[in-house]
């Protein structure tokens, strides 16, 4: 089982939302698309659910050109941000009105809505209203209507994104486990990496309406194609510095600089740009071979247990995740210990150069 | 429950509280004082008891006139809402045909009611205005000074194209408040339109209706200057409405007591109604 998008593209009006893009999604585990907002995800899956048609390009499922089919006839189920539910259905009603729509008899319905609902925990509240249901509820509402029919086709445009923290948290744990053993391509838009990084599968990188990069989400995370990517894929923000390579030195400014690393020694001197993740980035020294950065504190966050620390050095703004509490008073001068065995080099067209 | 004491808080109240005594709670009373006694000029009042309530309530003119009134009102109602929300569901969700519309429909609203009445008592006059030549030129005999028929057809007219635009624009607002991803997911569902309309569009617009209805309801219930301009209760007494019928008791005829027996009980069917409304289509929705 496959969905293959060929050259697709979607123009409306004068804007370019998505760019010709080719990819292929198969079964088994989760299918992410990682962007900012506006970035073209839901686009996307409107595309690939039937609801918009692209203006250009093809889109083939299972070996069949399902470009011109209408979302009716191409089993399809989607969940929105939002939490979309009939509002005058009782919680049975809304997970049985597709298998209503499509004529199974009044057995069979209650056999497959009591099995859903129980797998989303909501055996409970099958005679509530949505009106009457937590947030968290009513989206495990909409789930259980999307997972009640056997779809081919299932896609979840950022669903946790309205949940507060801990429901979130919940339902994020679960969901690996409820597509585990569902024979449909599961597709799930998201605007956090740590999300993606979570469910494993798959991961599209998408930036400004183009895939910059699809695979495995570990090997994206490991080795971004380029810059973009590597942007995509970091929340906080990657810290981009230029550097400029001297013989077997890259110099960032004239008192930090450290030797190239084996593979990128016979690089040609010239600019560079780095990347260092913010968690790469710590005001404890971890090693001997940390690259110390000189900097003046903007604002420091402390969130549970972790510490966001935002700093300006050598002209750009830096940020540094770092477990424990570190507290930096804001305009305090600082150093902190760049782990620069894990820093990212990309070339002059912002393309990483593997080492 | 918890909710902490605070005195002090009553004097925040206290400016609204006299406003409202002053408009409304004031004039209620004196004529609750009116509806009590007897006068006879020179301000000399006697009790009078329920004497005027139980006169206004076996009166047959004023069982006639709130039976027309509740006519007017429920074929109003039934012709404005249906229409409204139809008219609603017609217009243009986006692009410039959208503030079109919406001032077209808000004109009615703007123009004062006794020029509405002017105007459709001058559009539909059978001899010379433009409605009533049409009628009388196709062969219909329409006259809507001599038969009570054509006065109502008028009058109801007159009130569906004054008034409902105002349920337009509500049940609008309430359409406009309906994310479009209720629309695809209806859609991925395979739901008809008819579908679409009756368990997503409807629900999502109870509330916004609820008011509609309840606000023409009580416009309606209330209703004087048109018909009075338009028909001024005729011919006969075919289009007396409660308000037109109480005007005549209180100032043609000047019986103050029975005059205001007949404002309080007026006043009581409309808040029971009202009440009746509310319920009914609040049902259901407990929170």
Known sequence: MSLELKQVTKIIGADTHIYPTSLTLQRGGINILLGTTLAGKTTLMQLMAGLERPTAGEIWFDGKNVTGTPVQQRNVSMVYQQFINY?????????????????????????????VAELLKISTMLERRPSELSGGQQQRTAMARALVKDSDLILLDEPLANLDFKLR?????ELPRLFAERNCIVVYATTEPAEALQFAGHTAALHEGRVTQFGPTGDIYRRPIDLTSARVLSEPPINIAKVIKRGTQFVLTDNVKWRAPKGLSKLADGDYTIGIRPHHVSPAKSSSKNLPIEGTVQVAELSGSESIIHFNAYGNAWVSLSHGVHPFMAGEQATLYADIDRCLYFDADKRLIVN | MDKTANHKAWFFVLPVLMLVAFNAIIPLMTVVNYSVQETFGDNNFFWAGVLWFE?????ERFHASLGRQLFFTFSILAIEVPLGVAIALAMPRKGIWVSVCLVLMAMPLLIPWNVVGAIWNIFALPNIGLLGQMLNGLGIDYNFTRQPGDAWF??????????????????YAGLASIPEAYYQAAKIDGASSWAIFRYIQLPKMKRVLTIAVL????????????????????????????SIDLVKVALGQFDLGPAAAMSLIYFLVILLLSWVFYTLMMRGEEQ
């Open chain 1, 87 to 115: 509002p005058n259905f009782t919680v049975f009603d809304n997970i049985a009105s597709p298998l209503r729509v499509a004529g199974l008899d009044g057995t069979e319905i209650n056999k497959r809505v009591k099995q």
């Open chain 1, 169 to 173: 948290e919940e339902l994020r744990e």
């Open chain 2, 55 to 59: 006169e206004v309530l076996r009166s």
């Open chain 2, 154 to 171: 008028t009058l109801i007219t007159m009130d569906v194209w004054h008034w409902t635009s105002l349920v337009v624009l509500l049940a």
């Open chain 2, 215 to 242: 606000l023409r309801f009580m416009d309606s219930f209330n209703i004087y200057t048109e018909p009075f301009v338009l028909t001024g209760g005729g011919p006969g007494n075919s289009t007396t409405l409660l």
